[in-house]
């Protein structure tokens, strides 16, 4: 029987990295952001009627296995429910951090802005990839969206390691270049999401 949960080595190899790098705050800014963003994911597969078959955690990312019919809208729009979330927290942490003036939740909306944005770009495995990809094989067919999706994920990833690699150039830092190096890693053998089900 298939584990409900499962959490790869790399998973936690990059946990005890972070634990060790960072401080409660900074990672309470980072970890809300990240549930937030899958409460968003789970709330709509519940709202779709489709079953959560398992939870994962690796290199990737935090991972939702599900199950169940669904039409194309449903998926990208449980695709894009997590993005909407993370936007929707960013305002409302901005908001009370200012009032407040608790830099933990400022910083925490600046987090959840950054994501549900990195989130949207039309890149697989993100969730804005996983949209287009429901949408060109909608519009195309399955083959020609696979091919469509697989290309446009490759030159906008391709893009933003040149986009990073000059900003760490010229000082500007190494995230950007890590996030796209990640992306190219990431990218899937099938970009016909529909029939994978599964969630970032």
């Avoid at 970890?31 to 597969?45: C, Q, Y």
């Avoid at 949408?135 to 195309?140: D, G, I, K, P, S």
Wanted: proline share 3%.
């Amino acid at each position: 029987m298939k584990q409900r949960f499962a959490i790869s080595t790399g998973a936690i190899l990059l946990g005890a990295f972070l634990y060790a790098v960072a401080d409660l705050s900074e990672l309470a800014s980072v970890l809300t952001p990240a549930i937030v963003h899958e409460l968003g994911h789970i709330v709509a597969l519940r709202l779709y009627g489709l079953r959560i078959r398992r939870f994962s955690a690796d290199l990737r990312g935090f991972c939702i296995e599900y199950g169940g019919f669904c039409t194309p809208l449903g998926h990208a729009v449980s695709a894009l429910s997590g993005p909407a979330a993370g936007l929707a927290y960013a305002f409302a942490a901005s908001y009370f951090g200012k009032q407040s003036g608790n830099e933990v939740l400022t910083l925490s909306a600046g987090v959840s802005l950054l994501l549900s944005v990195f989130n949207l770009l039309p890149i697989l495995p993100l969730d804005g990839g996983r949209v287009f990809s429901i949408a060109a094989c909608e519009l195309l067919g399955g083959r020609r969206g696979d091919r469509l999706t697989k290309a446009v994920s490759l030159v906008l990833a391709t893009a933003l390691l040149m986009g990073g690699t000059w900003l760490m150039w010229q000082g500007e830092g190494t995230a950007l270049t890590l996030a796209a190096l990640w992306l190219l890693i990431a990218q899937p053998e099938n970009a016909v999401l529909v029939k994978r089900n599964e969630l970032i």
